[in-house]
């Protein structure tokens, strides 16, 4: 389901996406996408993929940003974040920065539900990080995308990523990504 998906998927939004590389493109001429190494199925790196919505140097001034985290653990969030472009802001707050994802699930790095990949750094910082979260593929949606998105705390992230692993099923699956259609939509929660 995941591969067939995915490979749909990318060729009906192909006009959306060369529509988002040349905003992207025109407007920073920086790299289109941003890669970044994710912590996958029992532990394994993967490249992750999304349209870069940040200023080129983005990582390098997270540093100088770090007193402004409005998140809670080890991950970094700020609701008006200086670092992210014109174009960026649009692309994050209609989720269509994450549309390369599709990539991964197609590659087989990710699937289309389950719990949001985390970085290395953000599970080394956080002592109770349960393992078993790590004992399933990353997805593209899950419980968090359709529950609030950044607005919620790392705990509740892991709380629900739990929960799916608890209750995973076709069914699960299914109701998650009928409701990704309304949270997508209404952007809650989405910066």
């Not at 890669?35 to 983005?58: C, D, E, H, I, P």
């Not at 998105?149 to 790392?154: E, I, N």
């Amino acid at each position: 389901m995941d591969i067939v998906f995915s490979f749909i998927a990318l060729l009906v939004l192909a006009p959306i996406l060369l529509v988002i590389v040349l905003s992207i493109w025109l407007t920073d001429r920086g790299p289109i996408i941003y890669r970044q190494k994710r912590v996958g199925m029992n532990g394994r790196l993967f490249t992750f993929y999304k349209f870069r919505s940040m200023v080129t140097n983005a990582d390098a001034l997270k540093t100088q940003l770090s007193t402004k985290n409005e998140a809670s653990g080890p991950i970094f969030k700020m609701k008006r974040d200086p670092r992210i472009t014109s174009v960026g802001r649009m692309l994050r707050k209609s989720s269509l920065d994450e549309l390369p994802q599709i990539w991964s699930v197609l590659k087989g790095d990710m699937t289309l539900v389950g719990p949001r990949p985390h970085l290395q750094s953000e599970i080394d910082a956080y002592p109770n990080y349960p393992k078993e979260r790590l004992s399933v593929t990353p997805g593209l949606l899950c419980f968090r995308e359709v529950s609030g998105r950044s607005s919620l705390s790392f705990e509740r992230w892991l709380e629900l990523d739990m929960k799916y692993i608890q209750m995973r099923s076709l069914r699960t699956d299914l109701s998650i990504l009928l409701r990704a259609i309304p949270a997508v939509l209404f952007a809650k929660g989405a910066y």
